[in-house]
Structure formats: C-alpha cells, structure tokens
C-alpha cells in the first residue's frame, strides 16, 4: 500500500474511534477504499505523538524513545496484517496465513519482554530491555489478542460506507445496531445521500 502525499492533518485532529488501541492502530490509514489515501503515520515523530495521543506511550517512554530507531517499515506492516486478521474475524474466514504469523511474531516479542510484578495491573510489567523502539507495536499486538481472545467478535465491525472508509470498530451500543466508524462523519454522509436520494 502506497499512500499518496496529502497535507497531513495534526496528530490532535486525528480521530480515535476504533474502541481499541489495536483498532485505533488500523485505522490510522484515513479512508482506506478512497482513491487518494492518508496515512497518518508518515514518520517516526508523527508516530510517537500518536502513539502518545492514544495513550500507548505515556511521557516519559516516549522521551527514552530513540527516534531515529522507529522501525516505520514495522509499523505498516503490523498495521496491514491485523487489517487482514479483523476483516478475516468480521467475515467469518480465515486471515491470510502470513499476516497471522506476523501478528504471532509480534506477541511471542511482547511475552518475552514482561516480568511478574505483583505490584503492577495483572501483576504484570515490561522488563527495562522491553521499554525500547518497539513497544508501542508490543502493546498493540496486546490489544489485538485481547480483543480476538476475550472481546465478543460479533461487536467487531467494519464501517458501512459503501465507498472509501473501511474503518474497524468495537461497537460498544446495547443493541449492538452500531453502523459507522462516526455518526457525525460516514453517518451523516449516508443520511446525505438517501435524502438526496428520495428528493
């Protein structure tokens, strides 16, 4: 996938409506079916100050991040292969093998670098060695597991735009009726048409 060069928007306009971090994460591409794409993550200081905003670094870790060492090539490639594992899951198929041994890859670098620590969530923390370029991509392949292991895989969903959005979500809604990435974005865009439509 080759984004084509757009102004690139404020990492603090960037919209976090995916319900997950790991879903966050793949939707950092704006309208994945559109003709000229957006990819928010262009460059390792783009990706650092999302990944803040995301709260998947907290201040101090994004400091002791080295970031001529962000490995962007890493980041896309994560980003492609969970795509294609939650489509895989929202259509009932099978992911495409090497996009799941990708994401395999990523959780075995996360297990190795955690220690047993009683006091911390899920006793649970990283190792010093694990506090390096790639924790982010650690914490989001977390986030993924987390969510195809212990998440209901009926609230996974994709965006219903018919064309250019593609956007997952976690549809958090009673009713699990949750249609859109956004109401107020491809929502309203839909209301649009079938306005126009009946007019």
């Excluded at 890493?74 to 799941?100: N, W």
């Excluded at 190795?112 to 914490?139: H, Q, T």
Aim: proline fraction near 5%; glycine fraction near 4%; charge should be positive.
């Amino acid at each position: 996938m080759a984004p084509t060069s757009v102004p690139e928007r404020p990492i603090s306009q960037i919209r976090l409506d995916g319900g997950r971090p790991c879903l966050d994460f793949v939707n950092s591409i704006h309208d994945r079916y559109a003709t000229n794409l957006e990819d928010y993550l262009t460059t390792p200081q783009r990706f650092i100050a999302w990944c803040a905003r995301a709260r998947l670094l907290d201040r101090s870790e994004a400091k002791r991040l080295n970031v001529r060492a962000i490995p962007m090539r890493d980041i896309h490639k994560l980003r492609e292969q969970l795509y294609s594992v939650f489509t895989a899951s929202i259509l009932g198929t099978a992911p495409a093998p090497a996009a799941l041994q990708g994401f395999e890859r990523w959780l075995h670098r996360a297990w190795k670098d955690r220690v047993l620590d009683l006091s911390a969530p899920k006793c649970l923390s990283w190792s010093r060695r694990g506090i390096d370029m790639r924790l982010p991509l650690k914490r989001i392949a977390l986030s993924a597991l987390e969510l195809l292991g212990e998440g209901d895989i009926r609230r996974l969903k994709r965006c219903e735009s018919r064309d250019s959005c593609g956007w997952l979500f976690y549809d958090e809604t009673k009713n699990h009726q949750r249609r859109w990435c956004a109401m107020e974005v491809c929502g309203t865009i839909a209301k649009m048409r079938r306005y126009r439509a009946r007019r």
